[in-house]
């Protein structure tokens, strides 16, 4: 059972990531800012609270000793990663390098879970096929450009690694729209939800079979649908009629994709489209009540 640890694991998604690897019996590191809130972590057992920056090699090699295996999850994301190029190649691609190079001093070093994005292709929206993971990457904003240059570096560093291009995430929670949608109304669009993704990168712990591979993670055939149909029945259980939303004027960076190799080495897809629906309707009726 190998020990993990989780950049950018104060963060909501490192959180649950942590939750589950915690519940198959990991061992964990978290790994984030000393300006974030901890708290999460009270109490929890064979679990240590590793406050640092991923720009300091220091604090990286403290939290790094004996460590097995690094889910590399911080990041600045959108839409903050638009504001500031600079800084978002800085903690992307620079603080992706120092890590990297951190590991590669290390006694034992360990493999490498790395959070890309499926952004890194760009806009797709002339593609007739389902985009897979050989698609050559043709990034249109700093983000995706940020993340095609770590993925360079990972490639190029020599360590066991598994590359993820995560489809854009979504929660059964009720949350306001918004404004604009990612996508136009009749852009084709996948996505995933957070159970989904969470069970992909726990599947990964360890997993031998994945290394040295680029899998895109998305929600499989179910959530191959139109931005349209995707915010038409999104609004009707939220009860905000469809005009009341608003898309973006050109094309976003979702498309459909070819899931094939990463449902069979992970199993992660078990919340069908309907499913997600189902539990966002109880989530709504929840909050409302």
């Given amino acids: 059972m190998p020990d993990i640890l989780i950049t950018g694991g104060a963060g909501s998604f490192g959180r649950q990531l942590a939750l589950v690897l915690r519940g198959k019996g990991h061992s964990l590191k978290i790994f984030d800012l000393p300006s974030c809130d901890y708290s999460f972590f ?26 097995d295996q690094v889910f590399h999850l911080a990041a600045v994301l959108p839409p903050v990663s638009e504001v500031d190029r600079e800084k978002t190649f800085k903690v992307n691609v620079e603080g992706t390098r120092i890590l990297l190079e951190v590991c590669k001093k290390l006694s034992k070093v360990p493999s490498i879970v790395f959070t890309s994005s499926v952004s890194v292709y760009g806009d797709t929206s ?29 490639f190029s560093s020599g360590i066991a690694y598994v590359n993820l291009r995560i489809s854009g995430v979504v929660i059964p929670a009720f949350l306001d729209p918004p404004e604009p949608w990612a996508f136009q109304q009749d852009q084709k669009i996948e996505l995933v939800c957070l159970g989904d993704l969470t069970r992909a990168m726990a599947a990964l712990a360890g997993n031998t079979a994945a290394f040295d591979k680029t899998l895109i993670i998305s929600g499989g055939k179910s959530w191959q ?20 939303m608003t898309f973006l004027e050109r094309s976003g960076w979702l498309s459909w994709y070819d899931t094939e190799a990463s449902q069979r080495l992970l199993g992660y897809q078990q919340t069908s489209l309907d499913d997600f629906y189902n539990e966002l309707d109880v989530a709504v009726k929840a909050a409302l009540a």
Avoid: F, Q
């Avoid at 007739?128 to 360079?152: Q, R």
């Avoid at 649908?225 to 009341?244: F, H, N, Q, S």
């Fill in 42 to 67: 009270k109490d929890w057992e064979n679990t240590i609270v590793c406050p640092g920056d991923i720009l300091d090699a220091a604090s990286l090699n403290r939290a790094l000793d004996g460590v």
């Fill in 126 to 154: 002339r593609e007739t096929n389902l985009i897979s993971p050989v698609h050559p990457p043709n990034p249109n904003d700093w983000y995706a450009e940020s993340k095609v240059e770590a993925e360079k570096i990972l």
């Fill in 225 to 244: 649908i139109t931005g349209e149909a995707y915010v038409k029945r999104w609004g009707e259980i939220m009860e905000i009629p469809l005009d009341e």
